[in-house]
């Protein structure tokens, strides 16, 4: 029996996954630095060897057949797969590490803890990305994320580091201001920095029921280190991690009143793409954010208190 494959040349394969992915002639045209005819003929062409359209050919934009969608996962799947190979067959421990994570948590845990990786890896250096993007990990130009979530997303590999946990932050000064504090109601004469949503769902969970939320303005930002700054000046209550800022914490910059913390989402995970588990910079990274995780007393601790999700297969 003939082999499909030695008819079909490659570049028809690649040229046909793009336009397929980008449901576009002219978008895949522009990816391939090639020409929107370019891209036509050769789709043309694999049409004509497998004897059947693979597209419809609609005024502004194409559509795949039947015929088409199934080749398209299957090209999809193999064009993944032939560019981890050779990534991991051309790289080695030397290159550029590029991590995509939160603002908040890049600045206030992974940032300081970064030093320590670079001298123990001196032939990698560290790209790091807090624009909060959307970021593919299987095409963009990245290596791992840091991000929170429910740690199951479709073609990575996924570690668990720690809890998405947040609880009332302030200054020595503002928590003096208040005098007693030995109740959760006390918070509520101060400014809340934040979303509304947050502080009802942290009093709730402290056992203040329909606590009497301040309708007038309130200071927030998407930002948990924007909001923690202006709580550290003194000026008001926030809502923050207790993780990212026990450094602050420890120093006495920020006073965490109480022991109660809320879930922001399911927890804070590694990322990777799984074909490239392998690659020597990502392994040195996932052994080294694990090793920094498992020694770290804070996170142990809410560790054990949160305990750890419970994975479904996928």
């Given at each position: 029996m003939s082999d499909p494959l030695a008819s079909i040349p490659l570049s028809a394969i690649r040229v046909f996954e793009a336009a397929a992915r980008l449901k576009s002639f002219t978008r895949a045209a522009d990816e391939l630095n090639i020409t929107q005819a370019a891209v036509s003929w050769q789709v043309k062409a694999l049409e004509q060897r497998l004897g059947q359209a693979l597209f419809r050919r609609l005024p502004r934009e194409v559509l795949l057949t039947p015929s088409g969608e199934r080749l398209a996962r299957a090209a999809g799947e193999a064009v993944n797969v032939l560019r981890a190979a050779l990534s991991d067959i051309t790289e080695t421990a030397e290159g550029v590490l590029a991590i995509t994570t939160l603002q908040s948590l890049a600045t206030q845990w992974l940032a300081p803890r970064l030093g320590a990786f670079q001298i123990a890896n001196p032939r990698i250096a560290v790209r790091l990305d807090t624009s909060g993007k959307m970021v593919d990990l299987t095409r963009d130009n990245v290596d791992v994320a840091i991000r929170t979530g429910h740690g199951q997303w479709p073609g990575l590999d996924c570690l668990y580091l720690f809890p998405s946990i947040i609880t009332p932050l302030t200054s020595p000064g503002l928590l003096a201001e208040l005098g007693d504090v030995s109740r959760p109601e006390a918070l509520l004469a101060a400014p809340l920095i934040g979303v509304e949503a947050d502080w009802a769902a942290w009093f709730a969970a402290a056992g203040?029921?329909?606590?009497?939320?301040?309708?007038?303005?309130?200071?927030?930002?998407?930002?948990?280190?924007?909001?923690?700054?202006?709580?550290?000046?003194?000026?008001?209550?926030?809502?923050?991690?207790?993780?990212?800022?026990?450094?602050?914490?420890?120093?006495?910059?920020?006073?965490?009143?109480?022991?109660?913390?809320?879930?922001?989402?399911?927890?804070?995970?590694?990322?990777?793409?799984s074909e490239r588990r392998r690659s020597p910079k990502i392994a040195a990274f996932r052994d080294w954010l694990a090793a920094c995780v498992a020694a770290d007393p804070v996170i142990e601790r809410y560790r054990a208190i949160a305990g750890d999700p419970v994975v479904e297969p996928r």
């Open positions: 203040v029921a329909d606590a009497p939320l301040a309708a007038g303005p309130r200071f927030a930002s998407d930002l948990q280190s924007v909001e923690l700054a202006s709580a550290m000046a003194g000026q008001g209550v926030a809502m923050g991690s207790p993780i990212y800022f026990a450094a602050d914490i420890a120093a006495g910059r920020l006073v965490q009143p109480f022991e109660t913390v809320i879930s922001a989402s399911v927890g804070v995970w590694l990322a990777y793409p």
